[in-house]
């Protein structure tokens, strides 16, 4: 009765394509369900640290010699350096923090999202990288060597952040692409990263 009641609770929908890998069988399809969302867990604190990683480093080598406030003078709003659609991103996450606060640089970077930093390493941004983001990621031989790994990860992002299923995602190749960017800012960051990640022990742990 106790599986029937937690399938209930998680609903037939959601607890179908476990259902589907575990032939049916509902209690290893739980078992499965289980183990998969402390996958995702795992998978979404590692990209928790490479977020911040690589918002700093491409802060650090666009904001350098920039003040924290007013916002107005910083790269955020800088028509030179961004497209206007990203200075729109900018001022839609402005719009979203809490009132009654200064509105900073720091404030802003944090709520930006990981689209507007993916969205950095475009074809539109190719002048960018060539004289000034490419000093942010040393270790990487061009752009594209960021954009291949962010584009899907911005995907799988998103994935994680609604509680979508990642069963049938490539765990293993998005966990690696994590650690390969962080490796570009800086090779010790990306041995760092793996050592805070769970993923790989609990990817040998997937119930039969």
């Known amino acids: 009765m106790e599986s029937e009641r937690t399938a209930e609770w ?22 499965l369900y ?22 700093n480093a491409i802060d650090g080598e666009l904001g350098k010699e920039h003040p924290d406030e007013p916002l107005t003078q910083t790269w955020l709003m800088d ?7 990203a200075v729109k991103q900018v001022i ?18 944090a709520a930006l999202s990981f689209g507007f930093w ?11 990288w060539r004289h000034r983001l490419r000093h942010a990621f040393p270790h990487a031989k061009e752009r594209k060597d960021l954009s291949a790994r962010m584009d899907p990860l911005r995907r ?23 650690l390969e960017l962080a490796a570009f800012v800086d090779p010790l960051a990306g ?10 022990r609990l990817l040998s742990q997937r119930p039969a």
């Not at 028509?79 to 659609?85: C, Q």
């Not at 992002?157 to 490539?170: E, G, K, M, V, Y």
């Open 79 to 85: 028509f030179d350096v961004l497209r206007p659609d």
């Open 191 to 200: 041995e760092w990263l793996a050592t805070t990640s769970d993923v790989q």
């Open 118 to 128: 993916s969205g950095l390493f475009g074809g539109r941004y190719e002048e960018l």
């Open 156 to 178: 799988f992002r998103n994935r994680l952040a609604h509680h979508d299923s990642i069963l049938n995602q490539p765990i293993q190749e998005r966990h690696s692409q994590m």
């Open 92 to 109: 839609v996450a402005v719009e979203r923090l809490q009132k009654g606060k200064a509105i900073t640089r720091g404030r802003v970077i």
């Open 10 to 31: 998680i609903s037939a929908s959601r607890l179908a394509p476990f259902l589907e890998a575990a032939d049916g069988n509902l209690d290893a399809a739980l078992a």
């Open 34 to 55: 289980h183990w998969h969302a402390r996958v995702a867990a795992a998978c979404f604190l590692t990209m928790h640290h490479l977020e911040v990683l690589v918002r």
